[in-house]
């Protein structure tokens, strides 16, 4: 019988890389609207992990809590913001022809609306809706948004009813 | 006695103890009103997932874990990170802005030196004259400038046309910046007025306000977008991702 060996660092991180990597994407690509964007924080995220050599407690939460920093640095960078902006309330979609009524077009105007919405939201709150998204805890909800774990069900609902009625009055609404 | 919102919420979520989970559920098993609000929060968050998907991108990058564990092992050597890259791309474009500074600063009559000799007039405690526009001298792709904001500031985007934007953040610094990474412009500063001659149609201008400045005001060729009133912001633009605003700088064209 072969003795059981401990997964080194180096295998633990392929697992939760393998396991994380594209829910840290999803949470930064839904927040930003900018998937080049996403992919460089989630990388530079799970690079950070790598390089502490070790796994903290609740390493998702970690890489959440590393790659909400980065992006809020990489987000100020001039050229990146560019892309992280949406257009401007009622402008161009009021003046338009009313668009096809194909798949795509649709498709095109639900993801522009649910993407404004998500844009007016507060930050906090908007971040507190894509974490549990990705299936984040309670716990590292608080952890990540340095809060007060008890009250995240009630402030979280609160989100998810401020998202529906901005989605709701947005001036993309048919 | 009904069940409190966080607890409807933790049941739903599967935040409840072991106990108090058995205890909730026993409670929803006989009262309409909690089964109903577990219902009601169930529909929302479906409802809200469902509507998320709708920004997903369908083709998310395949990046793999050894490519990334190869990069962090390689560190530094491997090139900056993206908050590195972030810091150089300021540097770069500071290192820019200076040195396009310096030489219009050394051209024989340029608006520059008037500029400067004003700051430094006003940084003295000494009234100095204050320069008129005068626009062409310091025009220059990547330019911008830099003032202290004192009481009221206007910062006016003059000959606005085409689908050039503005981008307004919040900062903690002490001075506007005021800076056209794509495309050229004349800058022109006076007393409590900043002229930008826009010479591009497709500039894009960032704006830099402090959170102390008491009051600044911008004007495009739609009017007002922005007004900065202590700590309350009137604007007609938009909010983006990251707490700044999005502005035209021209009406859109019909």
New interface residues.
């Given amino acids: 019988m072969e003795p059981e060996t401990t997964p080194s660092f ?1 295998e633990r ?2 697992e939760l ?2 396991a994380h ?2 829910s840290v ?2 949470y930064l ?7 080049e964007l996403a ?6 995220a ?3 992990l ?2 502490r050599g070790s796994l903290p407690d609740a390493p998702e939460a970690w890489v959440i809590s590393v790659a909400m920093n ?1 992006f ?11 892309r ?6 009622g ?2 979609v009021l ?1 338009d022809p009313p668009p096809a009524p194909d798949a795509a077009v649709e ?1 095109e105007a ?2 522009r ?4 919405a ?3 939201m507060p ?1 906090r709150e908007r971040h507190m ?2 974490l ?2 990705e299936g984040l ?2 716990r590292e909800i608080a952890q990540a948004l340095l809060m007060n774990p ?5 402030l ?2 609160r989100a ?2 401020a ?2 009625k901005i ?1 709701e009055e947005s001036p993309d609404a048919p | 006695m009904h069940l409190e919102e966080e607890q409807v919420q933790r049941l739903l979520h599967g935040e409840l103890t072991a106990q108090a989970e058995s205890d909730a559920r026993k409670h929803v098993a006989g009262c309409i009103e909690c089964r109903r609000r577990l219902a009601e929060a169930e529909r929302e968050e479906n409802e809200l997932h469902a509507l998320l998907r709708a920004v997903d991108d369908p083709a998310p990058p395949r990046i793999s874990a050894e490519a990334v564990a190869a990069r962090a092992q390689a560190g530094a050597a491997a090139g900056p990170g993206v908050g590195d890259l972030a810091w150089l791309r300021r540097a770069a474009a500071i290192l820019v802005v200076v040195g396009i500074a310096g030489a219009a600063y050394a051209v024989p009559g340029s608006p520059i030196r008037k500029w400067v000799h004003a700051i430094v007039q006003k940084l003295g405690g000494r009234p100095g004259p204050t320069p008129g526009p005068a626009p062409g001298d310091s025009t220059a792709i990547g330019a911008g400038i830099s003032v202290l904001p004192e009481q009221k500031l206007l910062i006016l985007f003059q000959s606005a046309k085409g689908d050039g934007q503005i981008f307004v953040s919040l900062t903690d610094d002490p001075e506007v910046q005021v800076h056209a990474p794509t495309g050229a412009a004349a800058f022109t500063s006076s007393a409590g007025q900043l002229l930008i001659d826009v010479q591009d149609p497709s500039a894009t201008f960032e704006v830099e306000i402090p959170r102390s400045a008491p009051w600044v005001e911008i004007q495009t060729g739609t009017g007002q977008v922005f007004l900065k009133e202590g700590d309350r912001v009137t604007t007609k633009g938009s909010k983006d991702a990251v707490g700044g605003y999005l502005f035209r700088l021209a009406p859109p064209e019909k």
């Fill in positions: 180096h991180f392929v890389f393998d990597f594209q994407y999803r690509n839904r927040l930003s609207g900018d998937p992919a460089d924080v989630a990388q530079e799970f690079i950070k790598y390089q980065l809020r640095n990489a987000a100020t960078t001039r050229s990146r913001r560019l992280l902006l949406t257009p401007a309330r402008e161009g003046s498709a639900s993801r609306r649910v993407r404004s998500l844009d007016r930050e809706l894509l549990r998204a805890s309670y008890t009250s995240v069900g009630v979280l609902a998810r009813r998202f529906r989605y």
